[in-house]
């Protein structure tokens, strides 16, 4: 009787080991792989010719066309600018055209692939605005200023722009961590006491509406300095969203998680700690990106009004001065500076809660 092997592979003579009675696989000759198997071809990266070409128009218009006359407003830095086009041109060309044999420009490549119709449109947006202001003068000044005088703004007032940007995020740091942790700390309170949530929830209820920035006059007189009427504001502004968020996330945990852990013999600070702070953390976290905005918002007017120092006095300063590119080049930077602080919460609330990752989008 033939055995399977055979079967398969005919006229081939098997062998059986002699302490299983299993076929010899040794003996069986294994199909030989192809000397070499050519690797899934990239595809051309159209949109990033596009905005090579882009860049390039860019760079040409902004250095051929001459600016128009704006009175005593002189342009500069257009040189500079058109070099800086040129140079994204030059770069996007690069990655286009560089083989996949060179493994940096290969890699870079593929991660600038999702963000290629952006590349697009910032360099067309960059030329439009070019030529409705410095080439054009659609757009009157001192109102409305090329890209050229941002790029001299950053390069001329780059000490005092990171300068205030330092002030800002520190005073913006310590309001946040105070007013999260209260706020925190409060919620917890009240979603685990009913007698701390009969005294404090009327309290949120009444105050946690009002603007923090409404408070400001009442505040001036309270506080020694503007700088601590600032820190409260700020974490004032943090704290009720995270104290709604937390009360609710603590109050909405599941009767039979407690129940079960009662059973295991868990004390009141294990059901608190273990139990009702992680399962109420996804509130918690949401708290947290509701309050930044009026954090943001309330640092801002109260750098305006008392604090002397920080992006919001810089924009002060810039429209007292109708140094227009100032200001536009530091709200510019807020929005990259708060976006980023935004970004990093949400890079933590991933690293925490892990099992949720990608459920929040930002």
Same mark, same amino acid.
């Given at each position: 009787m033939s055995t399977l092997a055979e079967h398969i592979?005919?006229?081939?003579?098997? /062998?059986? /080991?002699?302490?299983?009675? +299993?076929?010899?696989?040794?003996?069986?000759? +294994?199909?030989?792989?192809?000397?070499?198997? =050519?690797?899934? /071809?990239?595809?051309?990266?159209?949109?990033?010719? $596009?905005?090579?070409?882009a860049w390039a128009l860019l760079a040409l218009l902004t250095h051929l066309w001459p600016n128009l006359p704006a009175g005593f407003t002189e342009w500069a830095y257009t040189t500079e600018f058109a070099l800086g086009a040129a140079g994204m041109s030059g770069l996007l060309?690069?990655? &286009? $055209?560089?083989?996949?044999?060179?493994?940096?420009?290969?890699?870079?490549?593929?991660?600038?692939?999702?963000? %290629?119709?952006?590349? #697009?449109?910032?360099?067309?947006?960059?030329?439009?605005?070019?030529? +409705?202001?410095?080439?054009?003068?659609? $757009?009157?000044?001192?109102?409305?200023?090329?890209?050229?005088?941002?790029?001299? #703004?950053?390069?001329?007032? =780059?000490?005092? $722009?990171?300068?205030?940007? =330092?002030?800002? +995020?520190?005073?913006?740091?310590? %309001?946040?961590?105070?007013?999260?942790?209260?706020?925190?700390?409060? %919620? &917890?309170?009240?979603?685990?006491?009913?007698a701390a949530s009969y005294w404090i929830h009327p309290v949120l209820r009444v105050l946690g509406p009002v603007p923090t920035t409404a408070l400001l006059p009442v505040s001036f007189y309270f506080f020694p300095s503007s700088w601590s009427t600032a820190v409260f504001l700020i974490a004032l502004g943090m704290a009720f969203p995270v104290a709604i968020l937390t009360w609710s996330g603590v109050a909405g945990v599941h009767k039979n998680f407690y129940d079960v852990?009662?059973?295991?013999?868990?004390?009141?600070?294990?059901?608190?700690?273990? #139990?009702?702070?992680?399962?109420?953390?996804?509130? #918690?976290? &949401?708290?947290?990106?509701?309050g930044l905005g009026a954090a943001f918002s309330t640092l801002v007017v109260a750098e305006m009004l008392g604090v002397k120092s920080g992006l919001g006095w810089y924009l002060t300063w810039a429209q007292g001065w109708a140094a227009y590119p100032n200001m536009y080049a530091a709200l510019i930077l807020m929005a990259l500076l708060f976006s980023g602080v935004i970004s990093l919460l949400f890079a933590l609330r991933d690293r925490v809660l892990s099992w949720q990752k990608g459920t929040l989008k930002w």
């Open positions: 592979l005919p006229g081939h003579p098997q /062998r059986r /080991r002699p302490d299983a009675g +299993l076929l010899d696989t040794d003996a069986v000759p +294994l199909v030989p792989a192809p000397a070499h198997v =050519a690797a899934p /071809r990239t595809p051309f990266w159209w949109q990033g010719t $596009l905005a090579a070409l060309w690069l990655l &286009v $055209l560089a083989p996949e044999s060179l493994q940096p420009l290969a890699q870079l490549r593929r991660r600038l692939r999702p963000a %290629g119709p952006w590349l #697009v449109a910032l360099a067309l947006g960059l030329a439009v605005w070019e030529v +409705l202001t410095a080439k054009l003068g659609r $757009l009157p000044t001192p109102f409305f200023a090329p890209p050229q005088a941002l790029v001299e #703004v950053y390069a001329t007032d =780059a000490e005092r $722009l990171a300068e205030s940007a =330092a002030n800002s +995020l520190r005073l913006l740091a310590i %309001g946040i961590g105070i007013g999260a942790l209260v706020g925190f700390a409060t %919620g &917890v309170l009240i979603g685990w006491s009913r852990a009662r059973t295991l013999g868990a004390s009141q600070w294990f059901l608190v700690l273990r #139990v009702a702070i992680p399962a109420a953390l996804p509130q #918690v976290f &949401v708290g947290l990106f509701m």
